[in-house]
């Protein structure tokens, strides 16, 4: 893995770095690039604005990872049911679902904790006439995420799953998926040889193989990639799997190349953009740095031109 990128997501589960950050005189505007804000209306207007002025639609991520107990899990997923009645109210809810990370709602503290908490977030979402889609985190956590996956599609079938096209075993859950609804994306986390791609050409190559698996099903894909050589391929795949533009979906990040997903959208591809938001954007942020170089010089510029 690019040095720097190993360097940055160490960062982002340091307490004592995350504090200077979170402290230091950061530009509203570079953390406002990534995230849509701290609040549930924040969310709304960023949604709105995406659904009704873009024509795009959108998932939303309340932003909080790593919970170690039952009473923040519980915020977390009041937090999601006040962001579904709001969303139905305004009627954003055919456009707008929602993404939630196990980890937020207690998969640390066990995993009933955690099926117990997203299938009551899935029933709000049902309620809203919307979705959810479960996000997957590292490697560790990839079986339980699946297994309570399966358990929250007894009840509710369109609960999407995530697939990352850096773990060797991916490839085999593709085909296990497919007929599905699955957001396939390359990977954020540091993971080791042993589990995963190194080789960011391999990984590509692993998607490719992956996204031809996935648009062989009869399930729903969901291909999550800025890249634009990926997306390029992905088009020229599905038309070769017989794919109308409404069987399948491109999803980007909010703030990352904004002028392709309009362009996209404007083909006349169903464009989905991910939308964090809430007080925990510091690890998320991290991540998007780590991704990307230029990422990096755009934050240490505001941390000093201000
Ligand atoms: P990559 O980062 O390799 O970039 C490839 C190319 O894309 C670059 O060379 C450049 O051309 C272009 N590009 C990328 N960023 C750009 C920028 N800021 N500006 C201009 N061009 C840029 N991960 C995970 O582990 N679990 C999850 O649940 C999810 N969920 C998820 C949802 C959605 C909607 C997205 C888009 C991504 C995720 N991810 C994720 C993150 C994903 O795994 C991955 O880390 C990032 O999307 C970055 O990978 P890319 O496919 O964009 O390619």
Known sequence: MNPLRTLILAAAGNDTVRRVVATAPVSRDVVRRFVAGEKISDAIDVT???VGRHGLRVTLDYLGEDTTDRATAERTV?????LLDQLHDVGLAADAEVSVKLSAVGLAVSETLALDNASRICAAAEQAATTVTVDMEDHTSTDATLRVLAELRRHWPSV??????????????????????VRLCKGAYAEPASVSYVDPHEVDLNYVRCANVLLAGSGYPMFATHDPRLIEIIGERARWHDKAVEDFEFQLLYGVRTGEQLHLAAEGHVVRVYVPFGEQWYG???????????????????????
């Open 160 to 181: 999407g799953a995530v697939l990352q096209a850096y773990l060797r075993r991916t490839l085999d859950d593709c085909r296990e998926l497919a007929d599905t609804r």
């Open 48 to 50: 709105s604005d995406l």
């Open 78 to 82: 009041r937090a999601y049911l006040e």
């Open 284 to 306: 998320y942020l991290m991540r998007r740095l780590a991704e990307r170089p230029a990422n990096v010089s755009f934050f240490l510029r505001s941390l000093v031109s201000r």
